[in-house]
C-alpha cells in the first residue's frame, strides 16, 4: 500500500465516525492551542517587564518618606514628611555605592501653552534625575546650576506633554504656564513609554526642585526643605543590598533614630521588584506549559483508545487485507498513518485556536504578542510525535493479527 492509498484509507476511516473523531482530537486541539497561547503569552510578558526595566533604567531605588510599620502598626510608605533634601545630598556624597541621587516632589496641574492647555503630572527635581532614571534629552539642555538654585523659571517637558501642547511644532524656548507661572521650555524628554503598572511616563513636566517649591506650590524654602522621595542610582556591578543597608545606615543616624525603633522611612528596589515580577511571568509559562503537556497527553490517551476500537472493529477487514496479500507492514503503515493524521488534523485545529486565544490575551492585556513560527512547527511536530507514540500500539496490534483468526472474527 502506497502513501496517497494509505491517506485516503485513513481519512475514509476518521470520516466514517466524525463526531467520535473529533472528540478524540479534543485533547490534542487543546494541548497544542495551549502550547502556541504559552509560547506567544510567554514571550510577550518577557518583553514587556524588558521594557519596563529598561524604561525605568539599572539598578535603581527609591526612598521614600514614612514607615512601612510602627509600634506593630502597618502604615505604608509616604506617611509623613520625613525625608529633607539634605537627606539626598548625603546619600549622593556619603554611601560609596551610590552613583547619584535626586530628591523630588510632585503634584498634578493643568498646563497651558497658548490656547492648548494639558493636564499632566509636575516634577521638581534636580539634573541628577536624568542620570538616575537613564532618561536622555530629545533636544535642548538640562539645568543649569543657576537655575536650580535660583527658583528659574524654566521646564523640560516630555514627549506627551510636547505633543498635546503644540503638535508638530518645536517646543523649545516655546512658554508654558503652570498654575499661573510661566516658564520656558528648554529641552524635551526622550520617549520612555509606560512604567510598570502602565502609567504614561512622557506625560510631565519637570521643572527645577527650588522652582516647584517656591514658585509653583509657594511652599517657600524653609529650614528643612521636606521632599517627596529620593531616586537613587547604585554603581554598576556593585551590589543593590550593600547599598540599600548603606542608605539605611545613614539615615538613622542623621535621623537619630535609636536601636529598636522602626525606620521613618521606606526603601524600595524597583530593579527587583520588576526581576520579582519576570519570575511570576516565567512561573506562569510553566504552569500553562504544564497543563499543555497534560492535555497533549490526555489526547494521545484518547488516540490509542480509539484506535484500540478501530482495531477491534476492522479486524474481518484486516483479515481480508492480510488473505489478499498485504503485509504486516502495510497494516501496521495504514492504523500508524491514521492516528497521526488524526493527531495532525487535531494540531492544525489547535494552532488555530492557539492563534486565535494569543490575539484574544494581546488585545486584553495590551501586551505585544506574536505568534512565533517555531512555536507552529513545535506544536505541531509534537502533535505528530504524540500520534506515533500512543499509535504504535494499536498499529503493532493489528498488524500482529493472524489472517484466519481475523477472517473468523465476529
Sequence with gaps: MNLLTALR??????TTNLLRSILTMLGIIIGVGAVITMIAVGSGAQKRVEEQIKGLGSNIM?????????????????TGQTLTEEDAKAIALEVPEVQAAAPSLRTGAQVVAGNANWSTQVFGTWSDYF????????????????????????????????????????????????????????????????NSVGQDQDDVVIVPLSTFRNRIQGMGGGRLKRIGSVTVKVREGLSMKSAEDGIRELLRQRHRLQVGQDDDFSIRNLTEMLAAQEESSRVMTL??????????VVGGIGIMN???VSV???????????????????????FL??????????????????????????????????????????????????????????????????????????
Excluded: H, N
Design 337 to 410: 498513518i491514521e492516528a497521526v493524521t488524526l493527531s495532525l488534523i487535531g494540531g492544525a485545529i489547535g494552532v488555530v485556536l492557539g492563534a486565535i486565544a494569543t490575539w484574544a490575551v494581546g488585545a486584553f492585556a495590551g501586551w505585544q504578542v506574536a505568534l512565533s513560527p517555531a512555536a507552529i512547527v513545535l506544536a505541531v511536530g509534537f502533535s505528530a510525535a504524540v500520534g506515533v507514540f500512543f499509535g504504535y500500539y494499536p498499529a503493532r496490534r493489528a498488524a500482529a493479527l493472524l489472517p484466519i483468526q481475523a477472517l473468523r472474527y465476529e
Design 287 to 296: 504552569l500553562l506549559a504544564a497543563v499543555a503537556g497534560v492535555s497533549l
Design 131 to 194: 542620570e538616575v532614571r537613564d532618561w536622555p534629552l530629545a533636544e535642548g539642555r538640562v539645568f543649569e546650576a543657576g537655575e536650580i538654585a535660583g527658583s528659574g523659571k524654566v521646564a523640560i517637558v516630555g514627549q506627551t506633554v510636547a505633543e498635546q501642547l503644540f503638535g508638530g511644532a518645536d517646543p523649545i524656548d516655546q512658554t508654558i504656564r503652570v498654575r499661573k507661572v510661566p516658564l520656558t521650555i528648554i529641552g524635551v524628554l526622550a520617549r520612555k513609554g509606560q
Design 306 to 308: 480509539i484506535m484500540l
Design 9 to 14: 484509507s485513513a481519512w475514509r476511516a476518521l
Design 62 to 78: 527609591l526612598v521614600l518618606p514614612g514607615a512601612v510599620s510602627q509600634g506593630g502598626v502597618r502604615l505604608g510608605a509616604q
Design 312 to 334: 477491534t472493529e476492522r479486524t474481518r477487514e484486516i483479515g481480508l487485507r492480510m488473505a489478499v496479500g498485504a503485509r504486516s507492514r502495510d497494516i501496521l503503515g495504514q
